[in-house]
Structure formats: C-alpha cells, structure tokens
C-alpha cells in the first residue's frame, strides 16, 4: 500500500537551504512519476517540481528554478526537493505526490497518491 511520508520542514531564515524527503513507506516500489506541490495560506496549491521515473527528466515552476532541485533514489523509495536561496514567498505547506504513470506533470490530477505535507516557514 502506497504511503508517502514528507520531512525536512522547518523554519528557516531568507537565504537558507532545506531539503525536503519525500518516501513511500510502503516500499510499494510502484510510483512512476513524483511531484512537489505546495499550498500558502489563503491560497490555493500550485505545482512546484516533478521527476520521471528515472530522475533524467525533471520540470519546475519558474518561480524555483535555479534554487531548486528535484531527485529520487528509487531504491530508497525516496524523492528529494533541495531548496537553496529560500525566500519568504516560499513560505508553504510542500506536498508530495505520485503517479504510477511515468510522466513529466503540473497538473494535479496526474497523481494518485499525496503525503500529509510538511511546512515550511522562511522568515525575511
């Protein structure tokens, strides 16, 4: 049974870095496509990161690009989000989220599975 589990959230200062973990602890080892979402206060969630399968392929919004980076260790069952250079816009509950499709996705909808998120706060 798929669960994933989000970590690595905390409350940082603008300029810092984080790296968020992503796992499915049911090492069902049937997640194709992964993503990061997140979700800031009185707005709604937006696409922030995806992988493929392979971790070859990757996509981000324009917003992290070039702080961010999304990997996998597929024998960890474990997807990663490095934030660097975090910026208090950032500030958000981070979602997980896994598709048994390999494929490269904004759109929420492409994913089945969510995690339970995990916040992270950055203070200017």
């Known amino acids: 049974q798929v669960q994933l589990v989000e970590s690595g959230g905390g409350l940082v200062q603008a300029g810092d870095s984080l790296r968020l973990s992503c796992t499915d602890s049911?090492?069902?080892?049937?997640?194709?496509?992964m993503g990061w979402f997140r979700q800031a206060p009185w707005k709604a969630r937006e696409f922030v990161a995806t992988i493929s399968w392979g971790g070859r392929n990757t996509g981000y919004t324009d917003s992290v690009k070039g702080r961010f980076t999304i990997s996998r260790d597929n024998v960890k069952s474990t997807v990663y989000l490095q934030m660097n250079s975090l910026k208090p816009e950032d500030t958000a509950t981070y979602y997980c989220a896994g598709s048994r499709v390999n494929t490269l996705s904004e759109d929420q909808s492409t994913y089945t599975y969510w995690g339970q998120g995990t916040q992270v706060t950055v203070s200017s």
């Open positions: 049911g090492r069902t080892k049937s997640l194709y496509g």
